[in-house]
T-cell receptor, first 113, second 108 residues
């Protein structure tokens, strides 16, 4: 069974440019999470989807961040425009449903210069 | 004060040593996860437990719900165990709350 797949693995962009990350969860997993992880810190939740519905986006900076999960499968996370402070690892995770084990992707390491 | 605290923050060991990483939490939980993160960012789920003890190979995880405490043990440690180990708890609202991790280095 394939795990959670994220792309790209690494991205370097100039500040004020847009950037998008893509996540393909494990087949059959209804719950999808996007996390932000700063260096030396634990991941912080940005948004959680149950199928195609965003059920918790309270930590998502909506002025510049947006996410979508069309058809309740793949998801994209976008930042526009990116700021220097957005440099971090963006992790996607999925689980079969609420309260079940979550599986993580390899993450996308974003560097904003 | 963080809702999930791990100790130690950094740990150095010689190959073969028995290692313990501790996690304490202050919120009600439905489950606790132990995760392993290697350089490069990928996270692997090691255990999910809500009571008692689980064992997988050289890894053992225990949880004491009354004391709100969990431990991850590594027996016969090996340099390939070098990674960041993260404790995360699943709150009543299905949020995963992460600790800041314990960086383990095992030297030959």
């Amino acid at each position: 069974e394939a795990g959670v797949v994220q792309s790209p693995r690494y991205k370097i962009i100039e500040k004020k440019q847009p950037v998008a990350f893509w996540c393909n969860p494990i087949s059959g997993h209804n719950t999808l999470y996007w996390y932000l992880q700063n260096l030396g810190q634990g991941p912080e939740l940005l948004i959680r989807y149950e199928n195609e519905e965003a059920v918790d986006d309270s930590q998502l900076p909506k002025d510049r961040f947006s996410a979508e999960r069309l058809k309740g499968v793949d998801s994209t996370l976008k930042i526009q425009p990116a700021e220097l402070g957005d440099s971090a690892v963006y992790l996607c995770a999925s689980s079969r449903q609420q309260n079940t084990e979550a599986f993580f992707g390899q993450g996308t390491r974003l560097t904003v210069v | 004060k963080n809702e999930v605290e791990q100790s130690p923050q950094n740990l150095t060991a010689q190959e073969g040593e028995f290692i313990t990483i501790n996690c304490s939490y202050s919120v009600g939980i439905s489950a606790l996860h132990w995760l392993q993160q290697h350089p490069g960012g990928g996270i692997v789920s090691l255990f999910m437990l809500s009571s008692g003890k689980k064992k997988h190979g050289r890894l053992i995880a225990t949880i004491n719900i009354q004391e709100k405490h969990s431990s991850l043990h590594i027996t016969a440690s090996h340099p390939r165990d070098s990674a960041v180990y993260i404790c995360a708890v699943r709150s009543g609202t299905d949020k995963l709350i992460f600790g800041t991790g314990t960086r383990l280095q095992v030297f030959p």
